[in-house]
């Protein structure tokens, strides 16, 4: 969702570099890719605040999910980079594994899990995910855009 520019916030913004973390792939690493971006937000914040205090809170729960799903599916390392848009937050989270993410039914008598797919597409404004090329290493980029 799109929202009209907060005075010269959008443009500050731009002021905020990106942020890109590389982790191991172990599951301690989703706390670490957590933590970097609470720091992203933290700068981010003082430049340009969110719109609601929701948007802090989806952004976080969308990292875990995707850093989760790279712990789990895709063995060995993940990079995470944060860059903020004109609107939003653009999360890329890049994996070994090449197939894409794919919803799963939900079944709360075995456990849970199954939602993670469906909360990535229910609270970014868009989603997709680029396969490597052969040669061009392993893995996939799932791109997610939240709004701030």
Same mark, same amino acid.
């Given at each position: 969702?799109?929202?009209e520019p907060r005075g010269n916030?959008?443009?500050s913004a731009w002021a905020i570099p990106s942020? #890109? $973390?590389?982790?191991?792939?172990?599951?301690?690493?989703?706390t670490g890719a957590r933590l970097a971006t609470e720091e992203?937000?933290?700068e981010l914040a003082r430049?340009?605040?969110? #719109? $609601?205090?929701?948007?802090?809170?989806?952004i976080v729960l969308i990292v875990t999910e995707l850093a989760a799903n790279a712990v789990q599916y895709a063995p060995g390392p993940f990079e995470l980079c944060l860059r903020p848009?004109?609107?939003g937050v653009h999360?890329?989270?890049h994996d070994t594994n090449s197939t894409p993410p794919s919803p799963r039914p939900f079944h709360p008598d075995s456990g849970g899990g199954g939602i993670g797919w469906y909360l990535v597409h229910?609270?970014?404004?868009?989603?997709?995910?680029?396969?490597?090329?052969?040669?061009?290493?392993?893995?996939?980029?799932v791109h997610v855009f939240l709004p701030w």
């Open positions: 969702m799109a929202t916030d959008a443009l942020r #890109t $973390a590389r982790f191991a792939g172990e599951p301690q690493d989703v992203f937000l933290h430049t340009v605040p969110p #719109t $609601a205090p929701e948007c802090w809170h989806d848009t004109f609107d999360v890329t989270l229910t609270l970014c404004s868009q989603v997709s995910v680029v396969a490597n090329e052969a040669g061009q290493g392993e893995g996939k980029d």
